[in-house]
Nanobody
């Protein structure tokens, strides 16, 4: 079992920045991918960005150039730096990891006001 604890969500004006953090504990050995998904009201959960243990990254087209995912393997922590935030980025953001089973955090609300 892996436990994921997120922090860093909140309310920000359009154009602002937020940084999300997610710390993994438990059966962390073997975690291959860590990342972030989001779910807006009435929409399906979607991948925002993920990062593999070797450092390769993957981003949704809608966040490329604005968001940066990073990972501290020693701390089993993944980060999401979100810049130039837009109202359409408003959603609950969920941390995810695979070892290879999928684990999810509890979610953190990000609200971007116009």
């Amino acid at each position: 079992q892996v436990q994921l604890v997120e922090s860093g969500g909140g309310l920000v004006q359009a154009g602002g920045s937020l940084r999300l953090s997610c710390a993994a504990s438990g059966s962390v050995r073997g975690i291959s991918v860590m990342g972030w998904y989001r779910q807006a009201p009435g929409k399906q959960r979607e991948l925002v960005a993920d990062i593999r243990s070797g450092g390769s990254t993957n981003y949704a087209d809608s966040v490329k150039g604005r968001f940066t995912v990073s990972r501290d393997n020693a701390k089993n922590t993944v980060y999401l730096q979100m810049n130039s935030l837009k109202p359409e980025d408003t959603a609950v953001y969920y941390c995810n990891c695979k070892n290879p089973w999928n684990y999810w955090g509890q979610g953190t609300q990000v609200t971007v006001s116009s």
